[in-house]
């Protein structure tokens, strides 16, 4: 489906990823955020802390660009509090997307917020809308590439900034072209 339709800017987004098991979940974490690395998001808050996660998006900047930055955070609620922008929880218990989607996109910065196994009931009181993509059980990573989609549209070809590789779309086969930097 289409990204709604807008009228200025789409919002900068920040994710919080509640509930992170290092040991028993670093892949899913890591799809996690190179999901939101991709759809342009600016910075995964990470709950708890993960160092190795950490370093392996910094080397997936260091070959295809962006400033995507993953933030270790112990406490979450400071991070939710305090964050600039308008707070979007996505459950599946929540209002449905498309209902909520034009307060979305009118939005100048959000931070979206993912959860693990079992999510505070905090988080539901603090949060400016609780949004359901679809009301069924999936997965964070899907939920977070719906809304990222729906809110920023999907990325466009080309390298980001900072990339040292770029792809070059084709209908077969696989390029990839070094870019050089001035
Ligand atoms: N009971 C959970 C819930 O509230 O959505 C499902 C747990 S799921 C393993 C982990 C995370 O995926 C949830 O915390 C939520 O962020 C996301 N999620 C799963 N299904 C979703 C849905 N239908 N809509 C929005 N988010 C969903």
Redesign the pocket.
């Known amino acids: 489906m289409p990204p709604a339709p807008r009228r200025h800017a789409p919002p900068r987004v920040d994710v919080l990823r509640?509930?992170h098991r290092a040991a028993r979940d670093p892949r899913l974490t890591t799809h996690l955020a190179l999901t939101a690395r991709a759809w342009g998001a600016e910075r995964l808050f990470l709950h708890p802390p993960d160092t190795e996660l950490a370093a392996r998006l910094s080397r997936v900047n260091g070959r295809w660009g962006s400033a995507f930055e993953v933030v270790g955070v112990k406490d979450w609620r400071p991070t939710v509090r305090e964050h600039s922008g308008h707070v979007v929880?996505?459950?599946?218990?929540?209002s449905p997307?498309d209902v909520v989607l034009p307060e979305l996109v009118a939005q100048s910065s959000l931070l979206a917020?993912?959860?693990?196994?079992?999510?505070p009931a905090a988080m539901y009181e603090m949060a400016d809308w609780n949004?359901?993509?679809?009301?069924?059980?999936?997965?964070?990573?899907?939920?977070?590439a719906v809304?990222l989609d729906r809110i920023r549209g999907t990325p466009a070809p080309g390298a980001l900034p900072g990339a040292s590789h770029a792809i070059v779309p084709m209908a077969r086969g696989k390029r990839v072209v070094e870019v050089h930097r001035p």
Do not use: D
């Open positions: 509640l509930g929880h996505l459950t599946m218990y929540g997307l917020v993912v959860g693990g196994a079992k999510v949004v359901a993509v679809g009301h069924q059980p999936h997965s964070e990573v899907a939920a977070l809304l």
